[in-house]
């Protein structure tokens, strides 16, 4: 076979030749496209002189950084016991959190002053990690990020060259620094409205995200979402609010924010087939797709299995085998190929900006994360860290690059207290993630089984009939059991998403939906439930969501200890009940709904 | 004594009334108006019932972070020997580095997976330090910052109810977030020329934040430099630049970006009196001050001394008495009531932004600093920061804060393996400050001692009559001895900037000085001098500094070992000394100046 010259390059493994990333510039801002390269940069190669006396560098030396070590102890990548990776029944006896049963292995993780080696992408020490750094990211941790996502997280980026990774402080800062890339602030006392930039995203969406792009006077526009996330068709799905645009409203949107995996607050996970529904869309109409993804790791096939198995058909769809098998080579992992893959999978043109985070891996405050898109606009990315965060700080890359890659040879010699001698490696670093899987798994399973059980109410015969008396039958599975909410079992994430099936309360017809939602949201957190739920209007992308938020609440199952889940899970279904008991309007208190409106 | 109500409050020790900081949200952005608080914020008081079962936050668990432990060795406050406040002849013998002579005192620091106590503000562990956290910082270590600057750095700021601070990702990031928060992007294509908004600095600045600015469109207005800093007075002065704007430019500038202590790259310091007029200015013309102080505690005292001493005249200005305790209550530190104060303690009109950085007194890799400005500019930044970085990673607070107010009690038992039971504290804080001003000062003499007595080559009868034939004799002090540079002993910072008298070289007249200035950056990196100096272009905040920059080196003592500074010093000089000594333009290797350019 001849070779083709470059950009055109031919992928080692599909024997394929695969077209470079399309220029997207015309997507920058104003901003963004005036940015220049630093103009200290040129002068780089003359520290590379050989016994170059350096007077040029601001630079601090490393004898007046008081720290002379960072240290830690850590856990060892096996702490949390897997789940499998195919779809299961319900939880056995044995898949406990081995955290509670036993001592937590651990090993000891030291980051000396200096390190001997003159690699410097596996030079972990405090000379290199507490100096002035480059806004790509601390080079031995970036390296490490960088092979992650090329080979086995994405291993299957359909253009030449692969993606490049830049290191964020988080999938905030990440979103933020997107879009600063993408978007010019839409001043209405100023600008036209043909010249309002928007973005989509889920109806129901992080707020954080919204509360980021709104203030620039984007116009967020809301899509549908169904049990798998954003919804293609439909009256209000993706392609509705695209083929009908009014462009009264100003441009067509440009920029998509979405959350494919464990969807916050809805708990939704695209397909394959949907996401390449989508794709096709964003290509047709030319918009950036923003896929934030901190819960890719924690995918659980058992939620198909029990769903079905508790209502003789699941409401979700089987996930199962949509992964990197399905399309191409393999991720090296077991667990990496079960995995619904990421839009970037599917990114031929290079569209696609993907925001990842430790902080559901680590830690949330180890504000540090990654970004991964085409070269040409990680470099853009670039110029925007290198005038605002610069890179993330030394502490925790240095401390989770040792933990994950170390330790190299330090330059002291003596006990220097170290117990292990090797760091997780990418090996331990992907079993770290599975067992992290398991836990969230279990616990998705302790709560789901908590909800599923008690979402029903037996109502007495004069309930019976006063519900007769309202003609509305629908949502009686058993002549006396009414539904109080219902949910999806979710395939991934965090969190189940509850609808208040309101309509089935009886004082439903008396006081109406909006009035007892929030009554009952009260009414949860008093004794003896003391349960705090998530109310749906703090996820309201749009007015149009918020006008029917009201009917949801989002339940997490990570914040508690892990034996806790079923028993907050509980207290909440018997809150529900005691709410659904409820028959005189007297007893929901005037004072509840005021409560809420002084929120 | 009677009492008003607020906001005009009584300061405790002045015994009078001041009022309240001015409303200056008249130069928010349009985007900073539009900000929101979080939405989440209103459910917090519901997270504090007690028993509650908080199934709403998206928050994982403690047990699932890796680390169980963070741990370091760290410096005694004590480790480096402290120089006299007052002005002092020439370094003594005893002036050496501590740590070049003995095993450097240290201690221990570990922060627990969790502390036992409740008060949050004392509360340092793995359980809040790696957990989402709240934007204005992690509770133990902003209330440590916010003591210290309203207590000890920054005792006398003359507005009601004193200064607020956030926590930044180190003063590249806070100038972004105050860049942000006070101007609109600025869009040739698209607005008029009368929007421009404009921003004043030093002619010669920090590049980096130059960097952030002018993409967004701003007008960079670079004000005259003197051996202090900003000019007032004079010619391009900031009075002349005001009085006299040309609003064919756009509007007046509304915001000051300046460095005025250790002024990078010119090494100046702002005299109170100075400070006083041009704080004036910025009343009359309602600029709001961003001041950029990295290297406040690295002011030299002798500098004056030592200058007047080598030159009979000091051409620096005395800065000592010019303290806190010249216009208001003390510090509490004799060494910081001997520093030239902030701008804030002239701010009566709460119109100062105040950026720190913890890059000079810990070590750059920390990407952590501070804002200081009045309350509700920091309720601004809060919302900038809340869309952005969020608050700056856990490890680094954590473990700044163990190391300055730790330990706190753990709840394990057992060896621990700390050595040290007690953090650095306020004192030990300020200790090591002055430890560092020493070490800094040392490197300051070192290198200014071999500068002074290098700046003069003698010249030879054949140069002394191509001199002659010049007609230009003022450069001479002594018939035979021409000076090939000047500086500024810098009574702060890190830097030396050298005035290359590129006039007094043989080739002058036949190469022009630029060609000439540009040859002798590249001929210093070479054998046997092999010194990079940072050349003055990089440093040109305008066109008009561009054209004259070439005249121009920053020399800095930090990046070396200490005892390199005067090497690398002698080395500098001795290359001036064999360029001065080219007779020939052959020998101005063409090669030279092309190197340059394609730099």
């Known amino acids: 076979m001849g070779s083709l010259p470059p950009p055109y390059q031919m992928d080692k493994d599909q024997q394929v030749y695969m077209p470079p990333p399309l220029d997207l510039s015309h997507h920058y801002s104003y901003t963004t496209k005036n940015r220049q390269a630093s103009s200290v940069k040129k002068f780089y190669k003359y520290f590379q002189i050989p016994g170059i006396h350096n007077l040029a560098g601001g630079l601090p030396h490393v004898s007046y950084f008081p720290y002379d070590t960072l240290e830690a102890t850590v856990a060892l990548p096996q702490r949390f016991k897997p789940t499998p990776n195919i779809p299961v029944g319900p ?109 989509v995203c889920e109806e129901f969406a992080y707020m954080n995200a919204i509360q980021t792009a709104r203030p620039k006077g984007l116009n967020i526009v809301g899509i549908t979402v169904d049990e798998q996330g954003m919804a293609v068709s439909g009256p209000g799905g993706l392609a509705d609010v695209l083929d009908n645009w009014d462009f009264r409203k100003g441009r067509r949107p440009h920029l998509m924010y979405t959350v494919t995996i464990g969807q916050n607050p809805t708990g939704g996970t695209l397909s394959v087939e949907r996401r390449k529904e989508i794709y096709a869309l964003c290509q047709k109409y030319d918009i950036i797709i923003i896929e934030d993804d901190p819960y890719w790791n924690l995918q659980y096939p058992s939620a198909y299995a029990l769903s079905k198995q508790y209502r003789g058909e699941s409401t979700g769809v089987n996930l199962y085998n949509r992964n990197y098998n399905s399309h191409g080579k393999s991720s090296g992992y077991e667990f990496l190929d079960s995995l619904v893959p990421s839009y970037l999978s599917l990114d031929t043109d290079g569209r696609v900006v993907r925001l990842d985070t430790f902080s559901k891996t680590i830690a949330p405050g180890c504000r540090l994360g990654w970004i991964t898109a085409q070269p040409a606009i990680i470099e853009r990315l670039t110029r925007i860290a290198e005038s605002s965060t610069q890179q993330p700080s030394g502490f925790v890359q240095a401390m989770v690059a040792e933990m994950i890659m170390g330790p190299q040879a330090a330059k002291e010699t003596g006990d220097d207290g170290l117990q292990g001698e090797h760091g997780w490696k990418m090996d331990g670093w992907v079993r770290w993630l599975e067992g992290l899987r398991g836990g969230y798994e279990r616990r998705m399973q302790d709560m789901c089984t908590a909800l599923e059980e008690g979402k029903y109410i037996v109502q007495d015969s004069t309930d019976r009939d006063l519900f007769n008396s309202m003609g509305d039958l629908s949502d009686w599975e058993v002549v006396n059991k009414v539904k109080m909410f219902d949910f999806v079992w979710p395939m991934a994430g965090m969190f189940v998403w509850m609808k208040i099936c309101i309509e089935t309360h009886p004082l439903f017809s008396q006081l109406g939906g909006e009035k007892l939602c929030k009554a009952l949201w009260i009414y949860l957190t008093r004794k003896p439930y003391l349960c705090l739920v998530a109310p749906g209007e703090m996820f309201a992308a749009t007015q149009k969501s918020a006008d029917i938020a009201y009917q949801y609440m989002r339940l997490c199952f990570a914040p508690m200890a892990a034996s806790d889940v079923t028993e907050a899970s509980e207290k909440t279904v018997e809150g529900f009940k005691a709410f659904w008991q409820i028959k005189d309007p007297k007893d929901i208190d005037d004072h509840e709904e005021s409560l809420w409106d002084n929120l």
Chains 1, 2 share one sequence.
Not at 140 to 168: C, D, M, Q
Not at 170 to 198: H, L, M, P, Q, Y
């Open 91 to 199: 939880p056995e006896d044995d898949l406990v959190d081995v955290a509670s049963l036993a001592q937590p292995a651990s090993t000891r993780v030291k980051v000396p002053k200096e390190s001997d080696t003159t690699n410097l992408i596996k030079k972990i020490d405090l000379l290199t990690a507490l100096q002035y750094g480059t806004a790509e990211g601390y080079p031995p941790l970036r390296a490490f990020v960088r092979k992650f996502v090329r080979e086995h997280l994405h291993p299957n980026v359909p253009y030449a060259g692969g993606p490049e990774v830049i290191l964020s402080c988080g999938s905030t800062d990440g979103f933020s620094k997107a879009i600063e890339a993408f978007t010019n602030v839409w001043n209405k006392e100023r600008d036209w409205i043909r010249d309002r930039e928007g973005i």
